[in-house]
């Protein structure tokens, strides 16, 4: 049976009972407004038997929505105390694991949360601690086609990244990595208020749904390819090319036809970016590669 919903007046309680309060280095803005969250779950269209990954649960909010659904879910909390309290909320849940550590140790998903997800389908459902929604969303769409789906708030500036176009001051690797993989979409802004405690900034809610068939089947060497190009977002195509392969004791090849040498990264498609990474692929892989 699932435990009774909570509130922020019994969140802020049972905070006091254990000692514990919002910790800063762990991102903790607790998600408290309940239309939101019941909006989370209904646009990951979350079924019964769906297998759910939630990073920073905290103390169960958005948790207790997605079990109430019939998802099984995978929840990954770095704070001790939060964790203890999860492991009794849910205790003898079928459906509840709990993953304690950091979900993303050296900007990997960590080898606890991969063995409980056990290659498995499953789509990332959260309120993310702010500190690692970008790595966490970009690791997923590179190195786990088993994600389905990420329904997720985030800072709203780094959803204008995820949804950035070309010729914009936002368009970057985020967003070609994002839009290269997924289709992405942004539901909603949160003000600081569906919050507790209330973050300084305006946060977003957003959906990557992962494509059928992908742009690319190398994101990582895309990535490589993108970091590369915008180190001299300014600078013309044709001269980062010339200048790199020089470097590397290469022929300068050729680029793509129709992108012009004296365009800029920040003026590409995706569909360039794609190009451009198997035209140039032995000036953007690793020496000796």
């Known amino acids: 049976m699932l435990p009774p919903p909570q509130t922020l007046t019994s969140i802020k309680a049972l905070l006091a009972e254990r000692g514990l309060s919002p910790r800063k280095n762990f991102g903790q803005n607790f998600l408290i407004d309940a239309n ?12 019964p038997g769906d297998l ?20 099984h879910v995978v929840a990954c909390e770095i704070d001790r105390g939060l964790a203890q309290h999860l492991r ?9 694991t709990l993953v304690e550590g950091d979900a993303m140790p050296k900007l990997q998903l960590s080898a606890a949360t991969q063995d409980a997800l056990a290659g498995r ?8 601690p702010y500190n690692i ?28 990244r995820l949804l950035a176009k070309p010729g914009t001051d936002d368009f970057g690797t985020l967003s070609i990595l994002a839009q290269a993989m997924a289709t992405v979409k942004k539901i909603a802004d949160l003000s600081p208020g569906c919050f507790w405690p209330q973050p300084s900034i305006t946060s977003s809610f957003v959906q990557l749904v992962r494509l059928a068939t992908p742009h690319t089947t190398d994101p990582q060497g895309l990535g490589d390819l993108c ?7 300014r600078r013309q195509l044709g001269t980062m090319v010339a200048h790199r392969a020089k470097e590397r004791n290469l022929p300068v090849p050729s680029l793509p036809e129709g992108i012009d040498p004296q365009a800029r ?25």
């Not at 939101?36 to 079924?47: G, P, T």
Request: net charge neutral; with cysteine; glycine share 6%.
């Open 227 to 233: 970091t590369w190009l915008f180190s001299g977002r």
């Open 52 to 71: 759910v990954l939630e990073v920073g649960p905290g103390t169960g909010v958005l948790t207790d929505a997605l079990l109430s659904a019939g998802a």
């Open 133 to 160: 929604a970008s790595p966490l969303m970009i690791e997923l769409l590179a190195s786990f086609p088993q994600c389905s789906s990420q329904t997720v708030t985030i800072q709203k500036e780094v959803a204008q």
């Open 36 to 47: 939101m969250l019941r909006k989370l779950v209904e646009v990951a269209s979350v079924q």
């Open 88 to 96: 009794e909320r849910y205790a003898g849940l079928p459906n509840f």
């Open 265 to 289: 990264a920040e003026t590409l498609s995706i569909a360039d970016f794609v190009r451009l990474h198997a035209a140039l692929r032995q000036l953007v892989e690793p020496r000796g590669a």
């Open 121 to 128: 389908p499953f789509r990332l459902v959260a309120n993310l």
